[in-house]
C-alpha cells in the first residue's frame, strides 16, 4: 500500500518538444479504463495500458480516500491474460498521453487529452499533476509551464469525470 498525495493545475498547453527534452522525460500512450465498483464497496478501480517506446504494460490500481487530498493506492502490474478479463468489467474509458520527468525533487505528469475528452476546457490547455510526499509539501513548478488555476479537490478535468461510457 501506498498514499497518493498530489496537487492538479489546469495548465496553458507547453512546448512539447521542450517538455520531452526535460531530463529523464518519459512519454506514455495511456488507456484508462474504469471498472465497476464491487457490491458494498467504494473503491475506484481501474486497468491502464501503457504504451511506452512499443513497449505495452498493463496495470491494476484501486483507490480509497484517506482524507483532505491522500488517497491510499494500490498498484500492480498485471499480465494481458488479466488485463482482457477485467476489461469485461469496464464501466467507463479515457485515452491520453501523459509526459512524466522529475523537476527539483518532484515528479510533475502533464496529461494531455483528445478533444473528444475535455471539450472546449481543455482545448489548448493540459492537466499538470505534482506528486508531494505530504500534503503541506512545498514545490516548484518548472518555469515553462503556465499555469491557469488549481484543480485539486475538483470533479473538474478528472479522469474519471471525464472518462466515456464504454460501448
Request: proline share 5%; aromatic share 10%.
Given at each position: 500500500?501506498?498514499?497518493?498525495?498530489?496537487?492538479?493545475?489546469?495548465?496553458?498547453?507547453?512546448?512539447?518538444?521542450?517538455?520531452?527534452?526535460?531530463p529523464?522525460?518519459?512519454?506514455?500512450?495511456?488507456?484508462?479504463?474504469?471498472?465497476k465498483?464491487?457490491?458494498?464497496?467504494?473503491?475506484?478501480?481501474?486497468?491502464?495500458?501503457?504504451?511506452?517506446?512499443?513497449?505495452?504494460?498493463?496495470?491494476?490500481?484501486?483507490?480509497?480516500?484517506?482524507?483532505g487530498?491522500?488517497?491510499?493506492?494500490?498498484?500492480?502490474?498485471?499480465?494481458?491474460?488479466?488485463?482482457?478479463?477485467?476489461?469485461?468489467?469496464?464501466?467507463?474509458?479515457?485515452?491520453?498521453?501523459?509526459?512524466?520527468?522529475?523537476?527539483?525533487?518532484?515528479?510533475?505528469?502533464?496529461?494531455?487529452?483528445?478533444?473528444?475528452?475535455?471539450?472546449?476546457?481543455?482545448?489548448?490547455?493540459?492537466?499538470?499533476?505534482?506528486?508531494?510526499?505530504?500534503?503541506?509539501?512545498?514545490?516548484?513548478?518548472?518555469?515553462?509551464?503556465?499555469?491557469?488555476?488549481?484543480?485539486?479537490?475538483?470533479?473538474?478535468?478528472?479522469?474519471?469525470?471525464?472518462?466515456?461510457?464504454?460501448?
Amino acid at each position: 500500500m501506498s498514499v497518493e498525495i498530489e496537487r492538479k493545475f489546469l495548465i496553458r498547453k507547453p512546448d512539447f518538444k521542450l517538455i520531452a527534452a526535460q531530463p529523464d522525460c518519459a512519454v506514455w500512450r495511456i488507456t484508462q479504463t474504469y471498472l465497476k465498483n464491487l457490491p458494498g464497496s467504494s473503491t475506484e478501480r481501474r486497468v491502464r495500458r501503457i504504451e511506452e517506446d512499443g513497449e505495452i504494460t498493463h496495470v491494476y490500481t484501486t483507490k480509497d480516500k484517506l482524507g483532505g487530498i491522500s488517497r491510499e493506492e494500490i498498484e500492480r502490474t498485471v499480465p494481458e491474460e488479466e488485463y482482457s478479463r477485467l476489461l469485461a468489467e469496464a464501466e467507463t474509458r479515457i485515452e491520453k498521453t501523459r509526459y512524466r520527468f522529475p523537476y527539483r525533487g518532484h515528479l510533475m505528469e502533464i496529461d494531455v487529452y483528445p478533444f473528444f475528452y475535455g471539450g472546449p476546457g481543455l482545448e489548448n490547455r493540459a492537466v499538470l499533476e505534482v506528486e508531494l510526499g505530504a500534503e503541506d509539501e512545498e514545490f516548484e513548478v518548472p518555469e515553462f509551464l503556465e499555469i491557469e488555476r488549481e484543480l485539486t479537490g475538483t470533479r473538474e478535468f478528472s479522469n474519471k469525470s471525464m472518462a466515456k461510457p464504454v460501448k
